[in-house]
């Protein structure tokens, strides 16, 4: 023999029989009706569902309240949750694009070669001053070399004094011999003028050989200081020039590398967005697809609920069919009990 089994109350952890039927006909109710014991509310189809939706939350704690409308703010919750999402997108779009604008003018190939040909101008420009700076050095050492040759005619122009000092000496000894064979007593005289005039011209060769090796040295001084100066600075315009072709070689590289990590950031970001558009993708067609249950799941009670309304209606039409004054009382009782159903006539 079977046992019967036993029907409770669908409220989350009531133990109590659900409450009997009215009229005994019908769907049966699932819930007790009686106060739960914490809220003191009547266990019925909205306390359950929200004691459900407490429980599943986390900590216990209750949702907001729905003002007895469960779905309708769900939906209007869903509706929220949506336009903000929508509008993280937009916000998360705008900034993709901004950062692609921002990546594309870093990896621009223009602007990277602007900058190669700056960088070449003013090496050029360095180039070219060096160069100046070089002819202006050539145009010192040229001074300085027709300073030398003003000196070495300074020495020729010495040495024709010194030879025409000789040429005077030797007509000086002319005279002197002349003299000599002029007249003794004059003798005396003519050596002391030959003497005199021998010691100035002496020293006239003397001051004109120091002057021409003065002016000599003072010459070579000057060439090679001219020298060594062009070599200087044709070094540093070979070092400027060696300088400015490593930072073209380095801003080259960078150039590329730069182009090369806006390409993969570029990439990664494109493929974030994708990822996190297809995350929201997933979530609204998860949310979507909740409410459509629930939504269906509402359209069948509310069909169930019409259907039971509708064989309510026929029974009670049944009933009253017989009895004028049951059908007078059935009707003033039907706007108050909903799906109801009028007593039996005795």
Known sequence: MQTEQTVTCKYPGCENEPRAADDGAGAKPKYCGRPDPLTGKPHTALTAFRRRQELTRPGGTAEAEDLGRPVTMATARAAELRNGIRADMAALTGKLTDLAAQLDRAADPEAAAAQVEAVQAEAAQQVADAQAETAREAQRRQQAEADAEEACSAALEMDGKLQAAESARGHAEQRAADARTDAEQTRSEAAARIEETRAEAGTQVSAARDQA??????????????????????????????????????????????????????SQARADAEREREELRTVLDARAATLAEARDDLRARAQRAETDLDQARAELARLTAHDPAAEQTASHAAPRRGRQKAAPAS
Do not use: K, P
């Open 213 to 266: 090796a003065r002016a000599e040295a003072q010459a070579r001084e000057a060439i090679e200081r001219a020298h060594a100066d062009a070599a200087a600075l044709v070094r540093a315009a070979e070092e400027a020039r060696d300088h400015a072709t490593r930072e073209l070689t380095q801003l080259r590289a960078d150039a590329d590398r730069a182009r090369e990590e806006a390409a993969r950031q570029l």
